[in-house]
Nanobody, 122 residues
Framework: QVQLVESGGGSAQAGGSLRLSCAASGFTFSSFSMGWFRQAPGKEREFVARIHSSGRLPYYADSVKGRFTISRDNAKNAVYLQMNSLKPQDTAVYYC???????????????WGQGTQVTVSS
């Protein structure tokens, strides 16, 4: 059973930083691309960042490019999102998911977990 557990969220001032973590289990982590997504109150869930199974080829939404960095540690079955220069509009619940190679499409059979709340104040 695929399990993805996000952590590391919290509150930050605008301009600050947070680092999110996602612990994965129930599948061969090193074989899959992983992505981060977020959902702000009253808005649709949106793609944030993606990383290839090899740890290369990061890809970002325009809204976070240059501020966020996605990385992974296949030995620890974990994916990370370093968020710098945070803005109030980054406030959202953040989720990690497996994604199909080269896309932002998630595996439908995986569940959205509880995510981790990020709140950025101005």
């Amino acid at each position: 059973q695929v399990q993805l557990v996000e952590s590391g969220g919290g509150s930050a001032q605008a301009g600050g930083s947070l680092r999110l973590s996602c612990a994965a289990s129930g599948f061969t982590f090193s074989s899959f691309s992983m992505g981060w997504f977020r959902q702000a109150p009253g808005k649709e869930r949106e793609f944030v960042a993606r990383i290839h199974s090899s740890g290369r080829l990061p890809y970002y939404a325009d809204s976070v490019k240059g501020r966020f960095t996605i990385s992974r540690d296949n030995a620890k079955n974990a994916v990370y999102l370093q968020m710098n220069s945070l803005k109030p509009q980054d406030t959202a619940v953040y989720y990690c998911r497996r994604v199909f190679l080269g896309t932002t499409n998630v595996f439908a059979q995986d569940y959205w977990g509880q995510g981790t709340q990020v709140t950025v104040s101005s």
